[in-house]
């Protein structure tokens, strides 16, 4: 089929989904451990969608995420110990510490970035196709959403907006069935969401959102077509959410059937089986160890690393104050 | 010197700043074909096109979004939003996304965007079109808010705030658009964060800002009837605020008027006093007289507007208060 991710590219979408499942599972433990500060939303069970929506991106490409962007971010390329460093709010983060794990940027990568106000990474990366149009540049801009987000009146505005003006813009719309507790069927009358796309006259696919070989293909062909300047696609990734919320989520409103159906079909485990056709088990054991060790080391590194001081996020803040 | 309506100094500051930089574009509604509601982009998009000069669906939410990302991405956009009192719907891209960045993301992002919005009463446009919410967006760190009185400050500023780096929220009113004055030839820029000095007085200060300051030299006007000389000082820029310049006056006339065409309660005047009180209190010889709208929402029929808003005769009777 088209745009298949090579056998090498699917190996690394596997190894970034086991590096981002390690951090989801440290950060839980440390939270456990009372070693974390503030709210830790995972995406553990959803990591095919950011990781696999991302591959094909350039540096050059931006963005815009989500309160859940762990595997956006390592998606698109962030190191995972500067990412960590950032979660746990040190020096050596991505935002010096100030950003915190919900609003990571990177602009060297693109990543611009975490967004806790839900709905807002759209009309975000449409700004920034917006631009990219204006420059004649041949990037493209991304945003990673969820159902509870595509509820938002800044998301039809955006996405009537995006296909008006045909701007090189995916909306990668993350299906993880739940915005906060409340199940997507009491936030919306339709099932599928994709089935919006008609009405703002742009292309719209539904797809298995844990596997990351369906999703690299349909959002590899939304980029091809972005780039070409035909406009915008929307791409409905449909996962589940395996952690609650955030780390401040007691739970009891997910039901356990659905849950245990969702495990057997991870998508981790999914890729896997799928490399074992070209690779042997021996060797993807092996890549699964290493990845799981460079989360680990990122660990180890960033909670190492010095906080920052506030004297130096003074001096260096835009500064709108008095003159005098 | 040539002599110019203030519509037509802000459409000077656009030409010549889309001339000087093809980055800067303007997008708002109504813009484009028809020049804008109140002309001030006529004939700009016969010179630039359709795509630097940008008419828009009603979508105030995500155009100040978008405007937002498309500055942090290389261009410069120049956004209008036809009222004021529509402002509430550019809050969360204003407040939760263009004032954190540059600071949350460590300097890894600049938004040179100008926001331009017109408020003000007076012309019986009931009370969903006549408000001044300035304080709404002067709170805000982050965000530079400037208010020009006069077509050469109109101008002057316009080309300012395109060039800052920084969001720029910029405030015309109304009842200025038809006003003329003389305009300096050949390269005009205003600094941002400077008061200027009306017209000079020893008696009283009275510290205005947009249409007010009119009806502070017409209160002056009144005032020297009487034998009274007031200082008029037009700020200019509500943030950063030029604490240097109201001092200055104080210390010389001793009293203090402050008005701003918002409402009293919380308002831009409430800052203003305070201000006065922690930096001169020692050169004042009366309390601050501070004026705004009356707390109330501004009636329609043309004898009730009246009644609610500042004007020179209520600027009289307070510089009069603080001489007794």
Known sequence: MKNTPSVEELLEIYRKMVVVRRIEEKLGDLHKEGKTRGPLHRCDGQEAVGVGATAMLTPADYVTSTHRGHAHYIGKGLDARRTVAEIFGRETGYCKGRAGHMLVADREHGMLGGNAIVGACIPAAVGMAQSIQLLKSDRIAMCIFGDGAAQTGI???????????????????????????????????????????????????????????AVYQTVSSAVERARRGEGPSLIE???????????????????????????????????????TQNIDRETLDRVRVEAEAEAEGAFDQALADPFPSFEHHAASAPYSGPVS | MTRQRYADALNSALREEMQRDETVWLFGEDISTYGGVFKVTRDLREEFGEHRVRDTPISEQTLTAMAVTAAMTGTRPVLEIMYADFMPLTLDALINQASIYEYIWAGQVQMPFVLRTQGGGGAGAGAQHSKSLDVLVAHIPGLKVVAPSTPADAKGLLKAAIRDPHPVIFLEHKLLYNTRGEVPGGEHLCEIGKARVAREGSDVSIFATSKMVHEALGAADQLADDGISAEVVDL????????????????????????????????YGAELSATIMEQAFDHLDAPVERLGTVDMPIPYSEPLEAEVLPNAGKITAAARRALR
């Open chain 2, 236 to 267: 200019r820029s509500l943030r950063p605020l030029d604490n240097q310049a109201i001092v200055r006056s104080v210390e010389k006339t001793n009293r203090a008027v402050v008005v701003n065409e918002g409402w009293r309660f919380c308002g």
């Open chain 1, 237 to 275: 990734a449909k996962t589940y959410r395996m952690t609650g919320f955030s780390t401040s989520d007691m739970g009891g409103y997910q039901p356990e059937y659905v849950m245990a159906a969702w495990q057997q079909n991870d998508p981790i485990d999914r890729a896997y089986n799928e490399l």
């Open chain 1, 155 to 213: 998301c039809h505005e955006a996405m009537n907006i995006a296909a008006l003006w045909k701007l090189p813009v995916i909306f990668v719309l993350e299906h993880n069935e739940y915005g906060l507790t409340v199940h997507a069927d009491a936030q919306s009358s339709i099932t599928d969401l994709s089935n919006r796309a008609a009405g703002y006259g742009m292309p719209g696919e539904k797809i298995d959102g844990n596997d990351a070989v």
